[in-house]
């Protein structure tokens, strides 16, 4: 697929070859991540604005005391496009290992005469997992994707 975008004053038009194979949609929260990540951080750096940001999307230090113009409205910008390059530096990563602990210690044996088989845990299995960290994580991870797709016309330059 061949994409213009553009027109730039400079230039014209700037001409982008895009490719997207089959496998790509396969997991394409991840693909769309790796390209997500690095444009929030380059864009982090070199953002020459900040938009308005509602204050119940922000935490309550960032929360203006009289209207939404104070010297906090660039923190509250930054502060979410920090929470939006979090969340997308987490999908592109194995953050739930942090959670597993122990190691895993299991056989199968045989449940009836059906050929159905049972998992049994041996005597040194420890291994477990914080699903309540992992919630409390993941949690933070839906507020990042749903701040960026609020903020999504506002990711400009």
């Keep these: 697929m061949k994409v213009n975008i553009g027109p730039y ?3 014209g038009k700037r001409e982008v070859d895009i490719q997207i194979d089959y496998y790509d949609t396969w997991s394409m929260d991840h693909t769309l991540a790796m390209i997500i990540e690095p444009m929030l951080v380059k864009l982090a750096l070199t ?12 935490p309550p230090h960032l929360r203006p005391k009289i209207d939404n ?27 739930e290992k942090q959670y597993y602990s122990g190691k895993s210690d299991v056989y199968f044996e045989d449940a009836d005469e059906g050929g159905c088989r ?7 299995h420890t291994f477990r997992v914080d699903h309540d960290a992992m919630k409390v994580h993941q949690e933070r991870m839906n507020n990042g ?12 330059d």
């Design 9 to 11: 004053p400079d230039t």
């Design 47 to 58: 953002g020459n604005g900040s938009p308005y940001v509602d204050v119940s999307d922000c």
């Design 69 to 95: 113009t104070d010297d906090t409205h660039q923190e509250r910008w930054a502060w979410v496009l920090d929470e939006m390059i979090w969340a997308f530096h987490q999908k592109n990563y194995d953050w």
């Design 118 to 124: 049972v998992m049994k845990h041996g005597p040194n």
């Design 145 to 156: 994707f749903k701040l960026f797709g609020k903020y999504f016309e506002s990711l400009w």
